[in-house]
T-cell receptor, first 109, second 114 residues
Framework: GQSLEQPSEVTAVEGAIVQINCTYQ??????LSWYQQHDGGAPTFLSY????GLEETGRFSSFLSRSDSYGYLLLQELQMKDSASYFC??????????FGTGTRLKVLA | GAGVSQSPSNKVTEKGKDVELRCDPI?????LYWYRQRLGQGLEFLIY????????KSGLPSDRFSAERTGESVSTLTIQRTQQEDSAVYLC????????????FGPGTRLTVL
């Protein structure tokens, strides 16, 4: 089958570092993306990994290990505005995107 | 255009009525995707277009749902004989081509079926 697993909720304090994990199960895999969605808003793209390793974009980094079917999103120097839901998604062999159920991040002052 | 736009932003309809949701992708983006998001849940893939063709319709929940795209731009998602379980936010996204890691989402259409 095709599925992604993420923790449902993560809590951290302002200024901290948080890691959101994503494991997936699929046949035909082209890459793992990460999206942020604030309540009532549309998802916005954060990062994409097509190859193993770390991709860094400002305070956000994403990692992929294809052999382990695992990836994570790393958020550094957390800010209150980072409180949102974070989704991992992969591109399948049929080109459709499969999204995880999302991780709600709460940043505490 | 500057981004993906969708209309209407909100739609309230009565059970059994048909509704049409519209998506205007970013100009030049050949791939277009429709998703459904129920309150507090993740995104459920419905259908995608590569140009004007829809190679994968497997996500459409029932035969009451259909979608089309014309001129490699505007797409409409039609829900016939709406049911209360159709209530959700319907999101459209576009990307330069299929298999792109980046999708650009529209603001969504919030559908409420009474």
């Amino acid at each position: 089958g095709q599925s992604l697993e993420q923790p449902s909720e993560v809590t951290a304090v302002e200024g901290a570092i948080v890691q959101i994990n994503c494991t997936y199960q699929t046949s035909g895999f082209y890459g793992l993306s990460w999206y942020q969605q604030h309540d009532g808003g549309a998802p916005t793209f954060l990062s994409y990994n097509a190859l193993d390793g770390l991709e860094e974009t400002g305070r956000f980094s994403s990692f992929l290990s294809r052999s382990d079917s695992y990836g994570y999103l790393l958020l550094q120097e957390l800010q209150m505005k980072d409180s949102a839901s974070y989704f991992c998604a992969y591109t399948s062999g049929t080109y459709k995107y499969i999204f995880g159920t999302g991780t709600r991040l709460k940043v505490l002052a | 255009g500057a981004g993906v736009s969708q209309s209407p932003s909100n739609k309230v309809t009565e059970k059994g009525k048909d509704v049409e949701l519209r998506c205007d992708p970013i100009s030049g983006h050949t791939a277009l995707y429709w998703y459904r998001q129920r309150l507090g849940q993740g995104l459920e893939f419905l259908i995608y277009f590569q140009g004007n063709s829809a190679p994968d319709k497997s996500g459409l929940p029932s035969d009451r749902f259909s979608a089309e795209r014309t001129g490699e731009s505007v797409s409409t998602l039609t829900i016939q004989r709406t049911q209360q379980e159709d209530s959700a936010v319907y999101l459209c996204a576009s990307s330069l081509k299929v298999r792109e890691g980046t999708q650009y989402f529209g603001p969504g259409t919030r559908l409420t079926v009474l």
